[in-house]
């Protein structure tokens, strides 16, 4: 079953525009990750935010986290078409070993 | 970069047919995962080892499923019989976990999946 719920389900953006995603989740975590997939590929994983952090930088990648809301957020800065993918979230639950995955967020970045 | 490495890439088998999805996890990595992909369902658990050892294999259908690491260079998913709603893309992925799983802030690295038709 999914743990997490990605708002939008969908996202078109200009190049050079920063786009965010959203992931809600239900249980407690241990970390939270987000992955991209580009058309029929696998999963890229981008980022990780342990449970007692709240926010992350990865290059042009920005992820908070509150766990008292349970909710995340992915933002990337400048985007490119080529970060044009589908992006999903996953939670690694408290006492459980592997990951959950949300329902994912498709974006389209037009050149 | 090192790779998981998934064979085949895509299958086309007909219903009744035993299917056999090969995975080479990464060396060195000891924690292996297998996901099922669909529209409808998106990413789903299956079964996952470490150090080779099935530990959690409750999201795969017993009765047709079954999976096995015969040795750490080789995970394998078998379908028997396989049915139309087997169609997905089946995806292995691996990573290294610590003796301590609580510790393990790690992301996995994902192959690039075998994708099922079942006709």
């Known amino acids: 079953s999914q743990q997490g719920e990605e708002d939008p389900q969908a996202l078109s953006i200009q190049e050079g525009e920063n786009a965010t995603m959203n992931c809600s989740y239900k249980t407690s975590i241990n970390n939270l990750q987000w992955y991209r997939q580009n058309s029929g590929r696998g999963l890229v994983h981008l980022i990780l935010?342990?449970?007692?952090?709240r926010e992350k930088h990865s290059g042009r990648l920005r992820v908070t986290l509150d766990t008292s809301k349970k909710s995340s957020s992915l933002l990337i800065t400048a985007s490119r078409a080529a970060d044009t993918a589908s992006y999903f979230c996953a939670t690694r639950d408290t006492g459980r070993r592997a990951l959950t995955f949300g329902s994912g967020t498709r974006l389209q970045v037009q050149p | 970069d090192a790779r998981v490495t998934q064979t085949p890439r895509h299958k086309v088998t007909e219903m009744g047919q035993e299917v056999t999805m090969r995975c080479q996890p990464i060396l060195g990595h000891n924690t292996v995962f297998w996901y099922r992909q669909t529209m409808m369902q998106g990413l789903e658990l299956l079964a996952y080892?470490?150090?080779?050892?099935?530990?959690?294999d409750s999201g795969m259908p017993k009765d047709r499923f079954s999976a096995e690491m015969p040795d750490a260079t080789l995970a394998t998913l078998k379908i028997q019989p396989s049915e139309p709603r087997d169609s997905a893309v089946y995806f292995c992925?691996?990573?290294?976990?610590?003796?301590?799983?609580?510790?393990?802030?790690?992301?996995?690295?994902f192959g690039s999946g075998t994708r099922l038709t079942v006709v």
């Open positions: 935010i342990r449970s007692n952090e």
């Open positions: 080892f470490r150090n080779r050892a099935p530990l959690d």
């Open positions: 992925a691996s990573g290294f976990v610590s003796p301590l799983w609580e510790r393990t802030d790690y992301g996995y690295t």
